[in-house]
């Protein structure tokens, strides 16, 4: 696997989140997007606390490569050439780490990092190859196909040398990291499942001992064993309870809140009563599986023309910076087997969508309430200021897939949320989120109203959102993952009961 800028993104997470590759030659990448594009020249942040900035990061540290530079930790080399300089014996699966010494694009600080943490992990300074060319700059003329990258695959690569091109062996002890169950794949056949908490790192440290697996875990709700040859588990324990047998490959392993051991959960049917890899979040989750666009047929508060604009301004986007393709479909003609098979992207509130009514008056999300006035309750918060727009995830009626439901009270709410939805890199949309007139200029996205590059409203950025948050597994409002403006879910001993979640003069509608 080769990479390049976000591409080069992609391949550091694709090593550290998917155990699958044999070799790897990452070139020019960057750590995260906050190296790549500053985060401190955000004006917006001047309007926002801390805390209320890394519950809105929070949305893309999935894609933070330090955070998960753990799970480049592998064993000793199966393979040990002559070739090979001291030390390199212990890469693992072996990466090739390029970046051109005068990279004015993406700064060469970025590629020794990397390999610095996942050296750090591997308690061993070579165990990642760093390949810094001097006086080269971005994509430079070979970077990906010199004779030194030729070398360095087919030391991996050749069949003679390496029969069968296996896996490495498992190292005696490792760590499995995520943020985010969705987009990380399996470690020596351990998959983390759900989060304690949502979007805040979970480990599983793992020691092998003789046929012995010794589990301990942080922030860890669910996990399961997957085929794994290399898993030679006769017995193992988790946080102190024991299991005499091999792992159980299949069914997961669960502690549930407030119990002190971990079991056994045999069936399935928590897929469909709690969130899992289809149905975890972010917003930008929608985008890694095929969806549909869903528009009113018969709206009632903002022109049917908005509708479709925005319809297709979400479909060009998606080609543009996707490279893929979707339908616009009417809401009359969305069926639970289109649900079931597609995520889907609904515009418009009950007032004018009905899918958006029929959904909500099924109980799609447990804690937002939409309002006769076309604004939405969270919590005991209500949002129905003119130009107020929203967004958020829900599940699908088999709760097996999403929707992503985008609205507004008005057509300049409406215009905010759509804008909102996040296509390009980097931008920060929770589960759900509710904005105001300082968080965006309707029209362009980015300046004032007037259109104005500076001041007036619109250009508050995150100052300018009303209410941001997060699900937790059972798809309700994770009380201290959420910023209410005046943030009074976090000091709540429990979430209170909500009434209907449309009113009845939307549902005659």
């Not at 998959?191 to 908490?197: G, T």
């Not at 949502?198 to 697996?213: E, F, K, Q, S």
């Not at 290399?230 to 017995?235: E, K």
Request: neutral net charge.
């Amino acid at each position: 696997a080769t990479a390049t800028a976000d591409r080069a993104l992609g391949g550091w997470l694709a090593i550290s989140q998917i155990e699958l590759w044999l070799v790897t030659v990452p070139a020019s990448g960057y750590l995260k997007i906050q190296f790549y594009t500053p985060y401190y020249m955000r004006v917006g942040d001047a309007h926002a606390d801390p805390v209320f900035r890394g519950l809105l990061e929070a949305s893309i540290a999935e894609n933070d490569i330090d955070m998960y530079a753990s799970n480049m930790v592998r064993a000793v080399d199966f393979i040990a050439p002559a070739k090979l300089t001291r030390g390199r014996e212990k890469a693992g699966i072996p990466i090739l780490a390029r970046t051109g010494g005068n990279d004015d694009n993406v700064p060469p600080l970025n590629t020794r990092r990397i390999v610095r943490l996942a050296s750090e992990w591997n308690r061993d300074q070579n165990s990642v190859t760093l390949s810094e060319v001097p006086g080269q700059g971005h994509w430079f003329s070979g970077v990906v196909d010199d004779d030194e990258v030729q070398e360095f695959l087919n030391t991996y690569l050749d069949p003679k040398r390496n029969p069968g091109l296996p896996h490495p062996p498992l190292p005696d002890a490792f760590t499995v990291s995520t943020i985010n169950p969705a987009s990380t794949e399996s470690k020596g056949g351990i998959r983390i499942l759900q989060l304690e908490v949502p979007y805040r790192l979970g480990r599983i440290r793992v020691h092998r001992n003789d046929g012995h697996w010794m589990l301990n875990t942080t922030n860890v709700r669910r996990f399961a064993f997957l085929h794994d040859v290399r898993l030679d588990a006769q017995s193992w324990s988790v946080d102190g309870t024991d299991f005499p047998d091999p792992p159980k490959i299949g069914p997961s392993y669960l502690r549930q809140e407030g119990e002190p051991d971990w079991r056994i959960a045999r069936d399935l049917l928590w897929i469909s009563q709690e969130r899992y890899s289809s149905t975890y979040g972010p917003v930008s989750q929608v985008f890694n599986h095929p969806f549909l666009i869903v528009v009113p047929s018969h709206p009632t508060v903002i022109p049917m023309a908005e509708y479709r604009r925005a319809a297709q301004h979400l479909a060009t986007s998606w080609y543009l910076f996707g490279r893929g393709g979707t339908q616009i479909v009417r809401d009359v003609d969305v069926r639970d087997g289109v649900a079931a098979k597609y995520h889907l992207i609904v515009l418009g509130g009950p007032l004018d969508n009905y899918y958006t009514r029929k959904r909500h008056s099924e109980g799609a999300s447990g804690l937002l309430t939409f309002l006769d006035s076309g604004g939405v309750k969270i919590d005991q918060k209500s949002y129905e200021a003119p130009g107020t727009g929203f967004l958020f995830l829900a599940p699908s009626p088999t709760r097996t897939l999403m929707g992503l439901f985008v609205a507004g009270i008005d057509s300049l709410g409406f215009r905010r949320a759509l804008w909102t939805v996040p296509f390009r890199t980097g931008l920060t949309v929770p589960d759900y989120l509710v904005v105001g007139d300082e968080y965006g200029d309707p029209a362009t996205g980015w300046t004032a109203g007037d259109g104005a590059p500076f001041g007036g409203a619109g250009t508050k950025g995150a100052g300018g959102v009303f209410a941001a948050g997060y699900w937790n597994n059972l798809y309700v409002l994770a009380a201290c993952l959420a910023a209410l403006q005046a943030d009074r879910a976090c000091l709540a001993a429990a979430v209170p009961k909500l009434g209907p979640m449309v009113p009845q003069s939307a549902l005659s509608r």
